[in-house]
């Protein structure tokens, strides 16, 4: 799968270098134009949503309480979600091709609720980072 960075985003960085799969670009290498602000982008197609940690560790560093949302799983099932979408540019491997669900499912966190996922709730309010 995969969280979403929202317009929250200050452009702070400071979930870039704590991802352990690579998977977040700045405002300047999004690839994501929603707007005319620009802010962090979590690739979904690289996002494993931190299932070796306690917690994702994006949302664990960031200042923006509830910036980071959930995404629906990187999976087959939402394949059309990712794909037919505006907000997300996957990346075309040479020789795979797209790296859609489809071809290339990723890890995620089989306790947070669809419905959560769907309605964009806030990573750091269902794991309870906030006080
Ligand atoms: S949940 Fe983990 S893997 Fe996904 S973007 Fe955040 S830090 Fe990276
Ligand atoms: S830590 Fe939060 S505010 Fe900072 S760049 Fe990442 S998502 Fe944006």
Same mark, same amino acid.
């Given at each position: ?12 960085? @400071? ?5 352990? %799969?690579? %998977?977040i670009?700045n =405002?300047?290498? =999004? $690839? #994501?134009?929603?707007?005319?602000y /620009?802010? @962090? ?12 940690? @306690?917690? $994702?560790?994006? %949302? ?20 059309? /979600? *990712? !794909?037919? #979408? ?5 990346? !075309? ?7 859609? $669900? ?5 890890? *995620?966190?089989?306790?947070? *609720?669809?419905?959560?996922? #769907?309605?964009?709730? #806030? !990573? ?8």
């Amino acid at each position: 799968m995969s969280v979403l960075i929202t317009d929250t985003c200050i452009n702070c960085d @400071a979930c870039i270098d704590e991802c352990p %799969a690579t %998977a977040i670009v700045n =405002s300047n290498e =999004s $690839p #994501s134009l929603d707007g005319e602000y /620009h802010y @962090a982008y979590v690739k979904p197609e690289k996002c494993i949503e931190c299932v070796d940690a @306690a917690v $994702p560790k994006c %949302a664990e560093v960031c200042p923006t309480e509830g910036c980071i949302v959930w995404d629906m799983p990187y999976t087959e099932t939402y394949n059309d /979600h *990712f !794909v037919v #979408s505006n907000s997300y540019v996957i990346r !075309v491997h040479k020789k795979k091709g797209l790296l859609s $669900p489809l071809v290339a499912p990723r890890p *995620f966190r089989e306790g947070i *609720f669809i419905e959560d996922r #769907s309605n964009r709730v #806030s !990573v750091g309010e269902t794991l309870k980072l906030y006080n």
